[in-house]
């Protein structure tokens, strides 16, 4: 593992990375996205780390929710689409309603630091 260049005043980087406990990993762009469980994923994200997810929904009403890492983002993608459906912030929640069986992609980015999140969803 990479420890870092030292430097006079600069601490070296830690020779183990927090993200290597992220089982979800490799997961960074769309067509590499690991499968969420029937009621959500749990993950950890680092400095610029990003985590695609696949999740297979039944037709119903689903609250969905982000929690944990400060800072993180969510985008949820429908089927076939390129452009997000909706975004949370940590913390946010929304409503989705979903017609037939579907598999949806959601993608988690942007906490400063490790932090871990969960993204849960709850039918309705």
């Known amino acids: 593992l990479w420890v870092g ?3 006079p005043g600069v601490a ?3 020779a183990v990375s927090p993200c290597l406990n992220d089982v979800h990993e490799p997961n ?3 067509a590499r996205a690991a499968a969420a469980g029937p009621r959500g994923a749990a993950g950890r994200l ?26 993180a ?13 909706f975004g949370l912030r940590a ?4 409503t989705l309603v ?14 400063p630091g490790a932090a871990d999140y969960v993204v849960a969803w709850q039918a309705q």
């Open 5 to 7: 260049l030292l430097a």
């Open 12 to 14: 070296p980087l830690p």
């Open 28 to 30: 960074p762009v769309r």
């Open 46 to 71: 680092c400095a610029d780390d990003v985590d695609w997810f696949v999740a297979d929904l039944r037709p119903g009403r689903y609250r969905v929710q982000l929690r944990g890492a400060p800072g």
């Open 73 to 85: 983002r969510l985008a949820w993608f429908r089927p076939r689409r390129r452009r997000p459906t």
């Open 91 to 94: 913390g946010q929640a929304r």
């Open 98 to 111: 979903v017609r037939a069986r579907e598999r949806h992609r959601f993608v988690v980015r942007g906490a």
